[in-house]
Nanobody
């Protein structure tokens, strides 16, 4: 599967962004999907993940209550709605995929990665 992330940009603190990830290839509904982010000088970290059918979701504590992950298996897309953005949300955001039951949360568990989209939150 190939992944293409989009939707990043420059936003003021308190604003919102909706990130999207379009997948090409077959059997998208077989994949658990995740959103990760990586800030300069920091390790890549999980933001949110969703199971193959959307029945299970995981959110990192840092975005819980501010982020919503969703997927549309008919359109081969997964989205991350981020509200009440903070400067510490500034990072490159990546979508990732793996054929796996549940909601994997570790970077090493994912097999496929998109190219990343930059999110910059100004104070």
């Amino acid at each position: 599967v190939q992944l293409q992330a989009s939707g990043g940009g420059l936003v003021q603190a308190g604003g919102s962004l909706r990130l999207s990830c379009a997948a090409s290839g077959r059997f998208f509904s077989s994949y658990a999907m995740g959103w990760f982010r990586q800030a300069p000088g920091k390790e890549r970290e999980i933001v949110a993940a969703i199971s193959w059918n959307g029945g299970s979701r995981y959110y990192a504590d840092s975005v819980k209550g501010r982020g919503t992950i969703s997927r549309d298996n008919a359109q081969n897309t997964v989205s991350l709605q981020m509200n009440s953005l903070k400067p510490e949300d500034t990072a490159v955001y990546y979508c990732a995929a793996v054929v796996r039951v549940g909601v994997p949360t570790k970077y090493s568990e994912y097999d496929y990665w998109g190219q990343g989209t930059q999110v910059t939150v100004s104070s």
